[in-house]
């Protein structure tokens, strides 16, 4: 038998569709801080951009360098013993 909660779930607060800024001061080179400006670049959201990509590559090679014996061990095991559950495969 299970029991019904009669309780309703925490509500969460509502999620925009851009993340929080903040301000921060950077230094730049002048040469390519005028460029910027004279193409009328963003330089708030193109340092934003690059920075978030930076960012998602370091995390991804650190996840990578964290987990590689892991990833190693297991494509070892599926090479000597075939992948789980291989005998249900319809393709």
């Known amino acids: 038998m299970a029991l019904a ?3 309703s779930p925490p509500e969460r607060p509502a999620r925009s569709a851009r993340p929080a800024k903040r301000a921060t001061n950077l230094s730049l080179s002048v040469d390519t ?4 400006r004279a193409l009328n ?14 960012v998602r590559q370091e995390q991804e090679r650190r996840w990578r360098a964290d987990h590689a014996d892991f990833v190693s061990a297991y494509n070892a095991t599926v090479d000597t013993e075939g992948l789980p559950l291989e005998a249900w495969r319809t393709f």
Request: net charge negative; glycine share 0%; aromatic share 0%.
């Open 5 to 7: 909660s009669t309780a």
């Open 33 to 36: 801080l005028e460029a910027a």
């Open 41 to 54: 670049l963003n330089v708030s959201q193109l340092c934003d951009a690059h920075l978030r990509e930076v």
